[in-house]
């Protein structure tokens, strides 16, 4: 089954996705329109100690939606926290943009949607929020901690494009798909959803060999028809200061960790060897930082910028088939352990 998608040039009229239990959603106002926003509170089993946790902030890439947190929504809402995943502008059920309009909105623009939500969280939470980002949300966390729009508890990259520049991953992407640039210029006239324009493209660039390629049909259905361009453009090459980015990040969580690094054991977008360069990135900036500190700071690297790989996984760590091990990972990262 290789379902091949009619490219368009015209926003997706697909209905919202129906919400699996204990999800939630709603919108909030933003100067250009409505956001989707979807919520999970936190649920308490008898033997939980009942204490307002960090909330969760979850920021979806390129190509995606809050709803591919859905997993993570009702699993760390059982968990005892507070979740929240938005749609960007022109993804999921957030108000909608011309070709144009989404093909040059920038990074910035972008992460302007995400502290608006952060605004509303904290409205509602005491402690400070964790932002977690997957693929190129994860390049966007890192951005609005560079450019200090918020100060944040702590930060965790899902797969997530480095601050250093994802020039490398477009090379993985094209030695997995070699068609990729004859496809995407003279079939698809530079058309985003190029490269992701078939169920097998989708599968082999996003998900394990055995993630089930019928189950790729309804994520397919979920995605935006064309993507922001200038937004992946613009993260191709170093786009933030590690030590800036490290720097914003409040030290709240145990032990002074204030940054995780996942990786999918089968990514073959962000691979390990990527993700691995990332996370010493971080541990360098983190060096510099404690240097320049006056006060006597103990965390070592290691302990501060944490890094894991999640085994059977693709790129979209969140929706394949070991996406629980991953959760359990971040949920021992939150908790301490």
């Known amino acids: 089954m290789d379902y091949q998608h009619r490219i368009s040039w015209s926003p997706s009229t697909a209905p919202p996705a129906e919400l699996p239990e204990g999800v939630q959603r709603e919108f909030l106002q933003s100067p250009g329109g409505m956001l989707e926003l979807l919520t999970s509170g936190p649920q308490w089993h008898e033997g939980y100690e009942r204490v307002e946790k960090q909330p969760l902030l979850f920021i979806h890439g390129g190509f995606e939606s809050a709803f591919d947190f859905s997993n993570y929504l009702q699993f760390f809402s059982s968990h005892g926290y507070s979740c929240y995943a938005p749609s960007l502008r022109g993804h999921g059920a957030s108000y909608k943009l011309g070709f144009w309009s989404m093909y040059w909105a920038s990074k910035h623009a972008l992460a302007l949607d995400v502290a608006l939500v952060i605004a509303h969280i904290r409205s509602k939470h005491p402690n400070n929020v964790i932002i977690i980002g997957h693929s190129s949300g994860g390049g966007l966390a890192q951005y609005i901690l560079d450019k200090d729009m918020e100060k944040l508890g702590g930060l965790v990259t899902l797969a997530g494009t480095p601050g250093f520049g994802s020039f490398g991953v477009y090379l ?152 629980e091990a991953g959760a359990e990972m971040l949920l021992e990262w939150l908790q301490g352990r």
């Open 172 to 323: 993985n992407w094209i030695r997995l798909d070699p068609w990729f640039l004859i496809r995407t210029c003279f079939k698809h006239f530079g058309h985003p959803r190029s490269p992701l324009s078939s169920t097998a493209l989708v599968h082999s660039a996003f998900f394990s060999r055995a993630f089930p390629l019928q189950e790729i049909c309804e994520i397919e259905r979920m995605m935006p028809e064309y993507e922001s361009m200038s937004w992946t453009v613009s993260m191709m090459t170093k786009f933030v200061s590690p030590e800036r980015v490290i720097g914003s990040i409040l030290p709240t969580l145990k032990g002074g960790r204030r940054v995780l690094v996942v990786a999918g054991g089968e990514d073959k977008l962000m691979n390990g060897v990527i993700m691995q360069k990332l996370a010493a990135w971080y541990r360098v900036a983190w060096e510099s930082v404690r240097g320049k500190s006056e006060e006597e700071v103990e965390e070592s690297s290691e302990e501060v910028v944490r890094y894991g790989v999640v085994e059977g996984s693709g790129h979209h760590i969140m929706k394949d088939i070991a996406w």
